[in-house]
């Protein structure tokens, strides 16, 4: 997939799906469907015009661009957006931006798409236009709830893991740089490759996880935790601790990415580091028995 910036883009007749698609779940998949351009914004719109209200986001601009290339489509155009561009009038955004710059034929947006100065465009301005025909796609449905990003954000942070991808329609994952810790994983006989957590981004509420890990062409289960480990004295920073199941190895710099499939357990205080070891063991067990499960039957993203 081409991946373009919007005053690089050359001008041609496109097929372009419109939307911020954070997490690319569902929902968005069902916007995308035939088009040949996905159009998105780089930073999260809200972060420039209500920075207090902005989200934490469910994926970085690197990975929601593996995840459509993942969809076949042919490219993907970048909107540096600021606040020039967030004051555009939404007539100027359609002129200037879908016709003047990438010449859009058909324009598909999910039915609540609402851009230009104050959102105050909307799916009945973009139907009113001459240039292009427009597809609207209605909310799509789950177990009963509206499929959108700011649900699955509530399931990650709850540690409904289960739930939250199969919105998504592929695990949750998070990526990062594999850092040094403090070795207390290697003590209690469970070494551990710590990931730094991106701040901007939503992180899974605080368990252990059946989880698949990859780096380089390494791909292993693994039981991971996320919290501040609370049977020891910690600063109370959040850790992302991944045990590799059936693997030896320095890890160190390598780029990660942890897929997660299932939530074990919620975080709790064990009264010895022996109570905590015995449950260590069978949360590794647990977590063989999840990648076992979903090895043959959950996409990677």
């Known amino acids: 997939m081409k991946v373009t910036w919007l005053p690089d883009a050359e001008h041609r007749p496109r097929d372009v799906a419109v939307g911020e698609f954070d997490g690319v779940h569902l929902g968005h998949r069902e916007v995308m469907r035939g088009a040949d351009t996905v159009l998105t914004f780089e930073p999260h719109p809200r972060t420039v015009v209500s920075p207090a209200t902005a989200p934490l986001l469910i994926t970085t601009l690197a990975e929601k661009a593996d995840l459509i290339a993942g969809l076949g489509v042919e490219e993907l155009v970048i909107i540096p957006f600021d606040g020039a561009f967030a004051s555009q009038e939404p007539q100027e955004f359609i002129d200037h931006v879908l016709v003047g710059k990438l010449g859009a034929e058909q324009v598909s947006v999910g039915a609540n798409f609402r851009f230009g100065r104050r959102a105050q465009g909307d799916v009945a301005l973009l139907r009113a236009q001459d240039a292009f025909g427009t597809r609207v796609v209605e909310l799509v449905t789950g177990d009963g709830d509206v499929i959108s990003s700011s649900h699955i954000r509530s399931l990650i942070a709850a540690g409904e893991i289960e739930r939250a991808n199969e919105c998504l329609g592929s695990p949750f994952q998070l990526r990062g740089p594999v850092a040094h810790g403090d070795k207390r994983g290697r003590a209690l006989g469970f070494p551990t490759a710590n990931l730094v957590p991106d ?82 063991h069978r949360d590794v067990e647990g977590a063989r028995a999840v990648y076992a499960a979903h090895s043959a039957t959950v996409p990677r993203r």
Not at 210 to 215: D, E, G, I, K, L
Not at 247 to 265: K, N
């Open 199 to 280: 701040q901007t981004l939503i992180q899974p509420g605080h368990g252990i996880y059946a989880a698949r890990a990859s780096w380089g062409e390494e791909v292993r289960c693994a039981a991971v935790n996320v919290g501040v480990r609370p049977t020891f004295k910690t600063d109370l920073v959040v850790l992302v601790e991944a045990y590799l199941l059936d693997w030896s190895g320095d890890v160190y710099g390598e780029q990660m990415t942890i897929e997660f499939l299932a939530r074990l357990r919620g975080e709790r205080r064990f009264d010895s580091a022996e109570a905590l070891i015995e449950q260590m």
